[in-house]
C-alpha cells in the first residue's frame, strides 16, 4: 500500500512539474479556422488555431512556419471575438497557456486566457 502511494505521488508530482504557466505578450498572426466536415484536418472540425508574432516568452507549444500556434476549440465565442478584435485594431494581447496542456492533439497549446493590451 505505502509503495502504491508513493508512486501515485511521484506521478502526480512528476506531472505539476513538467507544466508551466506563461503569459505571453504578443501581436496576432495567421488565425485558420477549420470546416466542420473537412477532411484534410479530421481532429479538428470547427477548431481555431492562432499565430503568436513578436512573442515575450517561449513555451513548449507547436510551431508553424516558425510562430507559435495556439488552439481554441470550438463554442468559444468570446475568445474568437477578443482575438479578432485584436487583429484587426493591430493590438497586441496577452495569451496564457498551461504548455502541459495539448488541444486537440499533437503539440498544440490550449488557450486559457486572452487578455487584450
Given at each position: 500500500?505505502?509503495?502504491?502511494?508513493?508512486?501515485?505521488?511521484?506521478?502526480?508530482?512528476?506531472?505539476?512539474?513538467?507544466?508551466?504557466?506563461?503569459?505571453i505578450?504578443?501581436?496576432?498572426?495567421?488565425?485558420?479556422?477549420?470546416?466542420?466536415?473537412?477532411?484534410?484536418?479530421?481532429?479538428?472540425?470547427?477548431?481555431?488555431?492562432?499565430?503568436?508574432?513578436?512573442?515575450?516568452?517561449?513555451?513548449?507549444?507547436?510551431?508553424?512556419?516558425?510562430?507559435?500556434?495556439?488552439?481554441?476549440?470550438d463554442?468559444?465565442?468570446?475568445?474568437?471575438?477578443?482575438?479578432?478584435?485584436?487583429?484587426?485594431?493591430?493590438?497586441?494581447?496577452?495569451?496564457?497557456?498551461?504548455?502541459?496542456?495539448?488541444?486537440?492533439?499533437?503539440?498544440?497549446?490550449?488557450?486559457?486566457?486572452?487578455?487584450?493590451?
Amino acid at each position: 500500500m505505502k509503495l502504491l502511494t508513493l508512486l501515485l505521488s511521484l506521478i502526480v508530482f512528476s506531472s505539476v512539474v513538467n507544466a508551466q504557466r506563461y503569459d505571453i505578450t504578443a501581436d496576432i498572426g495567421q488565425i485558420r479556422y477549420h470546416e466542420a466536415d473537412n477532411t484534410l484536418a479530421t481532429s479538428w472540425p470547427k477548431h481555431v488555431w492562432f499565430q503568436l508574432e513578436n512573442i515575450s516568452q517561449t513555451p513548449d507549444c507547436q510551431k508553424i512556419s516558425g510562430k507559435y500556434a495556439i488552439s481554441i476549440p470550438d463554442g468559444n465565442d468570446t475568445a474568437m471575438s477578443i482575438l479578432l478584435a485584436a487583429k484587426l485594431a493591430d493590438k497586441k494581447v496577452v495569451v496564457t497557456i498551461d504548455d502541459s496542456v495539448k488541444f486537440p492533439r499533437g503539440n498544440y497549446c490550449k488557450l486559457s486566457y486572452l487578455t487584450l493590451k
